[in-house]
């Protein structure tokens, strides 16, 4: 008892620590983390110390050159003004006895050269020596202003400088500005330096203004030419002064960086503290320094910039003040504050992420050990999966062989039994028990085909095979349910298909079977019909539409051709140009009763209908006949084509609402339909999925009532020879001799039918028989085609009886009779309903064709009429008693059944058959034959107990090889060359002593065909046996061609 409380002590331990362990370790890991997540927190703090005091810096530097700039471009604006008044000097030194009026002449077309500077003056210096004779030469004194304006004579000085030149604006003549104070300080300055001067600003009607002055040397003279002050001042003759509004000039420069986001400018003038300030300047001496604002929009000159540029202008002081608008501080910490928040986050996000990864590593280590266990049961799961498969696959070739072999009794005895001499009611017993058989056959096969695609195991091969043909051997499974049901069944192919295809002519019949099939099970009176027509790949229009057509198409019942969800597109052509093609798509409108498409028109020719509406008048068959494909440079002779073969019926319909139940196995859009109309709903739904396999696609329309159009699109290649015919290609079941084509090529043959479809479909037959076919609908255009003068005389008359009424029927026999040179001409009739033979030929018919028409059944016809042939060919096979005459053949099986089925068929066609049960009895008999009873030929069983049929096959092979001498020297020749000897060389075919061997199976599985090869088998048959297979199997073992049934593959 405590041994056990320790062990449960030592468990809960060992559950709790890996737990704790990974706590603490949890812990250790966050502590590490918080302690990267503060060092990288202060070092992105640093940076952004760093990058803030870079940033502080660069702006202080921008902001300093940005306030340099604005400057100098003040500056230059005053010192371009003033040199551009300065220039009339040469007009002084140019016209040495200039007036008054010249001078005012020149001022006024120089204005444009100072924008800023109206007023332009020269004083002339008069010494006090000099002023009598100067008021003597200008007639007048010398003035002066006083402060209220009064004019008065100037007293006497030791020079003047009075106005003797102005501009228009003033009227200062004479006027003596030396005797001004704070003129007279700037006019000696100039005149002692010889540079342009400027007074003080002076208030002028509420500006400032200042005066500029430069002294006059005479022509070529300037202030460098002299020696010193007293050659400049001996010198003088006067002055060009001018009047400078200085706010003005300052605010028209700087307004232009009003707008400046980041900075205030002021302009001051900083008054000169030695001498008296004027009252207007608003300044005393203790409020050191005094400044005067000239330019101050913002009202902040009294505050003090730390950045300012000052400069001197004509002995005058300057300051330009550049004040920022915003806290260059807080700017500058704005601009930056985003990266170290950003480093901040960074590292937060990424010790987060760190944490988070780790907590998942630590997570998946503790998970491990589970992970480990689930890998075992996956494999452990995978392995069970790949055997329920492999015993999946065994199951059904199990149930197949099984469900065959009975079959193959059932089927194969009736089958003898109907050989027989039997009673009416005993042929209609065994006739029953045999549908019954084949129709649980077709039943299997369709299961084993839906359980084959669904595990991907259904191959699609690509043979030569031409589709009319394919169509008449469709037709002719159902002749006995047409004549039965008097269904008329009918098939229009467009002249531009191609005569051989490259496909699965075995998949394209079993979905063409099925739904023709599927429209006759629903279809109680009418017509099943199918139109095959090819895409156009070239964009292009290929034909305009009717007028005729699209005024019935507006007053048609619209409805869309294609499934419910309107995503069936037809592939695209391996030139890369889009067909366009949604055939059957929402977006391609068509007409219930015969319709035309009018999106077709371009690209596909349009659909014909056996029903009333615009896709059954003559003008729909001219849009069909007139339609061909365009070629362009791309398209060749091995570009695939996309064909679309539509199975119209005129049976009961399905609700819109059901059509998406129409393709799912196992499932009929009305279950009461099965109860009335028989079938398991697995036909359309294999149809579906092998129209995919082979990259197709299967759409449906119906109209309760009216009918169902099933349409299967798909690609097709074209034939390799680069001049594919129907003789080199795709021959016809039943080939036409040289002379039975030449007797039918170019006769002149009269088809008289009402309704244009069916007409043109039967002239369809005609005329790939190479006879010219004259169309007409009553009997008055017979007998205008009868006297026609043609070169080649009218040779028959076709009347089809579903197009014409009774009486009209007996009027054109009666008629055409009358006619000159027609008395023998022979008239045969088409119909879908079994004739009354004699009163046709009361009314001169003298033969009929039963439809569904075939080339064959037509061209026979014909020439009997024509007296070529005198027999109609039968369908089926001929069976030639003596096609095994003195042949032995033995049969493997380990059914009792089997055998007497097997023996009984092969005894029909003369052979002797020897049967014995299983594989060691059939190695026994071959071994032990006699030469003069040597077997012929081998059916071999696969399936039996004991011994298979594919080691039986390589025991009586192995035992070939050991018996021929020639054989046994090259195997010891490969043994003596160290070669081994394999599975492979084991079951080679001696060439010398061989025996055909054919495998009968009941498996239908993939890899079957594969096995029976490498097993050393000829070729093989199916199970249950059917007479015309096993005719053909044995006619190619009279011919030496076994075999060809193993490459083609055919017992699918």
Not at 550 to 560: D, P
């Amino acid at each position: 008892m405590m041994e056990s409380g320790v062990r449960l002590r030592h468990k809960q331990l060992a559950r709790i620590m890996p737990w704790c362990s990974g706590k603490a370790s949890l812990v250790r890991h966050a502590l590490v983390l918080a302690v990267c997540v503060l060092l990288g927190w202060l070092l992105a703090s640093i940076i952004g110390v760093l990058l803030y005091r870079s940033s502080l810096s660069s702006r202080n530097k921008e902001f300093a050159l940005k306030c340099d700039n604005h400057k100098e471009i003040l500056r230059s604006e005053v010192e371009n003004s003033l040199n551009a008044s300065f220039v009339i000097l040469g007009l002084l030194a140019g016209v040495p006895s200039i007036n008054n009026d010249q001078w005012r002449n020149y001022t006024r077309r120089t204005l444009f050269l100072r924008p800023n500077v109206k007023t332009l003056v020269y004083c002339e210096r008069v010494l006090a020596s000099q002023r009598v004779d100067f008021e003597r030469k200008h007639n007048a004194t010398i003035k002066t202003i006083l402060a209220n304006g009064t004019w008065l004579d100037q007293s006497p000085q030791d020079e003047y400088a009075p106005i003797v030149f102005e501009t228009e604006d003033v009227e200062l003549n004479l006027y003596d500005v030396a005797s001004s104070p704070i003129l007279s300080q700037a006019l000696f300055t100039a005149r002692d330096t010889g540079l342009f001067t400027l007074s003080p600003p002076s208030p002028w009607q509420g500006s400032f203004q200042m005066g500029a002055y430069l002294a006059y040397y005479g022509p070529g003279r300037d202030s460098s030419t002299f020696p010193g002050l007293a050659a400049r001042k001996a010198a003088c003759l006067g002055y060009v002064a001018t009047v400078l509004n200085i706010v003005e000039v300052f605010g028209a420069v700087l307004s232009r960086f009003i707008d400046n986001k980041d900075m205030d400018v002021v302009a001051v003038y900083n008054v000169d503290p030695t001498t008296e300030p004027s009252a207007s300047y608003n300044c005393s001496r203790k409020a050191a320094p005094c400044v005067l604002p000239l330019f101050d929009p913002a009202n902040r000159s009294n505050e003090r910039s730390s950045v300012f540029v000052p400069w001197e202008v004509g002995t005058q002081n300057f300051e330009l003040r550049c004040l920022p608008k915003n806290n260059m501080r807080l700017d500058a910490l704005r601009s930056v504050v985003a990266w170290p928040l950003l480093m901040a986050l960074v590292v937060l996000f990424s010790a987060i992420i760190v944490y988070l990864m780790l907590k998942r590593m630590m997570a998946i280590e503790k998970d491990v050990s589970i992970m480990e266990r689930m890998n075992e049961k996956l494999t452990a799961a995978t392995m069970a999966a790949e055997a329920a498969d492999k015993a999946k696959s065994s199951f059904l070739a199990t149930v197949s062989h099984e469900i065959r072999t009975p079959m193959n009794g059932v089927i194969g005895m009736t089958n003898l039994l109907m050989g027989t001499e039997l009673t009416p009611q005993q042929f209609e017993y065994v006739n029953i028990a045999q549908a019954s058989g084949k129709a649980l056959l077709a039943l299997i096969n369709d299961v084993l085909d839906l359980s084959k695609i669904e595990a991907g195991k259904m191959e699609i091969e690509s043979v030569k095979f031409d589709i009319r043909n394919e169509v008449d051997e469709i037709f002719s499974l159902f002749d006995e349910k047409v004549s039965n049901k008097q269904l008329e069944m009918m098939a229009l192919i467009h002249d531009a298909v191609p005569p051989c295809l490259m496909g699965d002519p075995t998949r394209i019949r079993q979905v063409l079977v099925n739904l023709v099939s599927n429209a006759m099970k629903f279809t109680k009176q009418g017509s099943i019909f199918i139109c095959v027509r090819i895409l156009d790949t070239c964009h292009s229009d290929r034909l305009d539409p009717p007028a005729e057509v699209i005024n019935q198409l507006s007053r048609s019942k619209l409805f869309t051709l294609g499934s419910v969800s309107g995503t069936q597109v037809v592939p695209k052509s391996p030139s890369g140009s889009d067909t366009t093609g949604r055939v059957g798509s929402d977006r391609d409108t068509i007409y219930r009763g015969g319709s035309t498409r009018l999106s077709e028109m371009h690209l596909v020719a349009p659909r014909l209908s056996m029903g009333p509406g615009p896709l059954s008048t003559r003008e729909a068959v001219a849009a069909w006949r007139r339609w061909e494909p365009k070629r362009s440079s791309e398209t060749t002779d091995l570009n695939p084509v996309t064909v679309v073969i539509s199975i119209e019926d005129t049976g009961i319909g399905i609700p819109l609402h059901l059509h998406n139940r129409l393709f799912q196995p196992f499932l009929q859009a009305d279950s009461s339909n099965s109860r009335e109309y028989g079938g398991t709903g697995v036909g359309l739904s294999i149809c579906k999925k092998l129209a995919t396999l082979m990259n197709g696609e299967l759409t449906v329309n119906s109209t309760p009532g009216e009918g169902s159009i099933f349409e299967f699109t798909l690609t097709l290649g074209r034939a390799p020879e680069p001049k594919c015919t129907e003789t080199t290609c795709c021959p016809r079941p039943t080939q036409l001799s040289a002379s039975e084509h030449d007797k039918l090529k170019g006769a002149r043959v009269i088809l008289v039918d009402t309704h244009p479809v069916r007409q043109e479909a039967s002239a369809s037959y005609l005329r790939r028989l190479g006879i010219v076919v004259e169309e007409t609908e009553d009997l008055h255009g017979t007998l205008e085609l009868l006297g026609r003068k043609e070169t080649h005389l009218v040779q028959a008359i076709i009347v089809d009886l579903q197009g014409v009424d009774q009486d009209l029927t007996r009027k054109i026999g009666q008629f055409v009779r009358m006619e000159t040179g027609y008395e023998a001409i022979p008239i045969i009739a088409l119909t879908c309903v079994p004739p009354h033979e004699e009163e046709l030929k009361e009314a001169g018919y003298s033969s009929t064709i039963l439809k569904p028409l075939r080339h064959a059944t037509v061209a026979t016809i014909l020439l009997q009429a024509f007296g070529v042939r005198k027999k109609m060919p039968t369908k089926k096979v001929n069976a030639n008693p003596s096609l095994l005459a003195g042949k032995r053949l033995l049969v493997v099986d380990d059914n009792m059944v089997n055998r007497r089925v097997a023996t009984s068929m092969l005894a029909r066609y003369g052979a002797t058959v020897v049967a014995v049960n299983g594989g060691p009895e059939a190695i026994t008999a071959v071994r032990s034959q006699k030469p003069n009873e040597a077997y012929d030929l081998v059916l071999m069983d696969i399936q039996m107990p004991e011994m298979d049929g594919y080691e039986a096959t390589r025991q009586i092979r192995k035992w070939e090889m050991e018996v021929c001498e020639q054989c046994s020297e090259e195997i010891e020749a490969l043994i003596d060359d160290d070669h081994p000897l394999d599975s492979e060389l084991r079951i080679l075919k001696c060439p010398h002593h061989h025996l055909p061997i054919v495998a009968v199976t009941a498996d239908v599985m993939k890899g079957t065909h594969e096995l029976c090869v490498e097993a050393g088998m000829d070729d093989y048959i199916s199970k249950p046996l059917d007479q015309k297979q096993l005719y053909l199997l044995l006619e190619h073992f009279v011919e030496g061609e076994l075999g060809s049934q193993m490459k083609s593959g055919r017992s699918e």
